[in-house]
């Protein structure tokens, strides 16, 4: 029998070597260790754990959260003669109990499940009689509520898991790397430090674009004329902003189809299928889509509007690209979208502390979309995964394409700044703008702010470039906000250097690229 993992790699998968990461993993498995892979999305998770589970003796169980995944990953598995089944609330009942009556048999070597499916104390029965070679937590952020997707019912899968008669080895899964999000998946799923395998985030073939002041719709309009035949997705904030431009588009005779909950689970289907297999080019959809689809010739991921964090928006846009082909992602930023995403935060069932998480993580996602600097930099920092800033500059993104004027606005800077401090750090980007125009807003007078000695030093500015001006300093930590639903800004200590005139602040005249994705080349 074939067991040594580069062997079953060969003779069943067809690839010749391990990606980074996997070989570290599947030996830390093999030895009975719980691991944590953390790598992006494309990296070949699913190896990490379907190569142990064929040699480990014994039934894997891989946990997932879409049921749309599990059926590709059985058919995937089943298609190289290894057998494997799902269980979930697609199938009918009997057809439910034959699967079980085959996984209480022992004759799969995998079983995939929702985490629901452990409350159930029949499934929960049948675990507990047959001999589990390990348990696998795909997309494992959704275990932790740190995560951009936390899902209650993974976490309590936990306590159901500790009355197995003889826990089997863990593996978790996932392409997101933030530190809390690690830590909660480590000590709830009792990974050791020595155990967690973290690969490098960048993905080489990506190139960022935040593209700003443009009218979306035509900015789309006439990108798609230009990429008519390539796979991508159009990712929106809203069910209803998807259906009109899933109209607009079709009606240009483009072939588009559209994905998000409020669709029945056949038009789900549908859609999906007929993208995957490239009948559709372009997929219209709400974030509902994406999660574990494995799509290898997505050209590009275009962001209608800005996703709630910077752990969405890669684990979106990382969905372009995974043949390793040049792939762009755009991200078409308008500042309505933070009010959007302001409200969504607002909404939720949060407790105060959750919102307030979710406010910095918003305020991450708008410093990307308003910093000059390196794109793809900005994302591994974001992901502790930039050595000491050893890659200040991809050379691809949009703000790296964009770097011929360089504009020393040391002057402006300091007036700014100094006007945050005579306001007293009290108020938002939006007043201080108002200050600096000299604007007539009532709420000026209210509060005595139009006697400051900077109201009005920057008329000549509209307010709209002031207060671009101020995200920019923000972005570029020359300026810190205190997070929440209006963000005030206060001077920090890189702030204070700049008031002393021992920093000069440089801005690149152009954020809003000139050309457009993919005339670069
Ligand atoms: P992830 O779950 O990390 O997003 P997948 O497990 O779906 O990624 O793998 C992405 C793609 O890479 C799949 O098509 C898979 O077959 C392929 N792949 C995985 N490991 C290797 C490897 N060692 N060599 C070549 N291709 C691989």
Redesign the pocket.
Known sequence: MINQSEDI?KTYFG?E???AG?KKTIDYIRARHNTLAV?P???????CYQIPGMSLDGTAIIISPLISLMKDQVDALEALGIPATYINSSLTASEQQTRLNDIAAGRYKFVYAAPERFESSLFMSIIKRINVSLIAFDEAHCISQWGHDFRPSYRSIIPNLNQLPNIPVTVALTATATTEVISDIQSLLEIDNEHIVKTGFERENLSFHVVKGKDKSSYIRSFMDKHRDESGIIYTATRKQADSLHEQLAKRGLSTAKYHAGLTENERKEAQTAFIHDEKTVMVATNAFGMGI?K?NVRYILHYAMPMSIESYYQEAGRAG?DGEHSDCILLFSPKDVQLQKFLIEQSLMDDNAKQHEYRKLQAMMNYCHTHGCLTSYILDYFNDNEAGAKSACGRCSNCLNRQNRMDITEEAQMILSCVKRMGERFGASMTAKVMKGSRDSRLHQFGLHKLSTYGLLSAYTEKEITERIQFLVAEKWLSTKDGKFPTLQLNENAVEVLKGKATVWMYTAPIPANEPGDYQ
Not at 41 to 47: D, Q, Y
């Open positions: 790699l690839y070597t391990f990606r996997q790598m999305t494309g990296g070949g998770k699913s190896l494995d290898s995974r």
